[in-house]
T-cell receptor, first 112, second 115 residues
Framework: DAMVIQNPRYQVTQFGKPVTLSCSQTLNHNVMYWYQQKSSQAPKLLFHYYDKDFNNEADTPDNFQSRRPNTSFCFLDIRSPGLGDAAMYLC???????????FGPGTRLTVL | AQSVSQHNHHVILSEAASLELGCNYSYGGTVNLFWYVQYPGQHLQLLLKYFSGDPLVKGIKGFEAEFIKSKFSFNLRKPSVQWSDTAEYFCAGPSGAGNNRKLIWGLGTSLAVNP
């Protein structure tokens, strides 16, 4: 089945230690998103790619970076995680037509 | 700025009760509207969507929603809820026209269904 895959599902890191989360998709969608979701809150968009065109949200901290080396893969780099960055990170894709987004299972990040 | 608002933040129902969750959006142009559901410990999944045509849309698991353009509303309904409907429900709508790919999300409604 076509899907959005996120690895790892759980990530534990230390305060200030860089971490990379990955997302891959077999849907061949040209739009990919990274969201941060904290407990019982709505997803908060960090950035998105329309093909290789990168779009950063104005309030996304500089600590968060992203790479999209090809259509299938997208990475979220957190350069110096703080305690406040502990959250679920969601990757989603969109076929670029109707805004319908398809979500991966998420990576739960714990910062010690 | 565009917005999506959900009126009910926490809803508690007994099984077999009827459900209606309110959602209002502010964008006045062509809208694509969505309801997503997040079951405990699971990822967000699409419940139903409206793009155009019949304003009453059917989704999975017996859910439906009605798009009322004059009221800028897209309320979610289910005639008889089950314990398994316990979840977080999010309404989402467009952030604007053109190539703006973003969705605006409501704050979510936490639904607890008591057996």
């Amino acid at each position: 089945d076509a899907m959005v895959i996120q690895n790892p599902r759980y990530q534990v890191t230390q305060f200030g230690k860089p971490v990379t989360l990955s997302c891959s998709q077999t849907l061949n969608h040209n739009v990919m998103y990274w969201y941060q979701q904290k407990s019982s809150q709505a997803p908060k968009l960090l950035f998105h790619y329309y093909d290789k065109d990168f779009n950063n949200e104005a309030d996304t901290p500089d600590n968060f970076q992203s790479r999209r080396p090809n259509t299938s893969f997208c990475f979220l780099d957190i350069r110096s995680p703080g305690l406040g960055d502990a959250a679920m990170y969601l990757c989603a894709t969109d076929n670029g037509i109707y805004n319908e987004q398809f979500f991966g299972p998420g990576t739960r990040l714990t910062v010690l | 700025a565009q917005s999506v608002s959900q009126h009910n933040h926490h809803v508690i129902l007994s099984e077999a009760a009827s459900l209606e969750l309110g959602c209002n959006y502010s964008y006045g142009g062509t809208v694509n509207l969505f309801w997503y559901v997040q079951y405990p410990g699971q990822h967000l999944q699409l419940l139903l969507k409206y793009f155009s045509g019949d304003p009453l849309v059917k989704g999975i698991k017996g859910f439906e929603a009605e798009f009322i353009k004059s009221k800028f509303s897209f309320n979610l309904r289910k005639p008889s809820v089950q314990w398994s409907d316990t979840a977080e429900y999010f309404c989402a709508g467009p952030s604007g026209a053109g190539n703006n790919r973003k969705l605006i999300w409501g704050l979510g409604t936490s639904l607890a269904v008591n057996p």
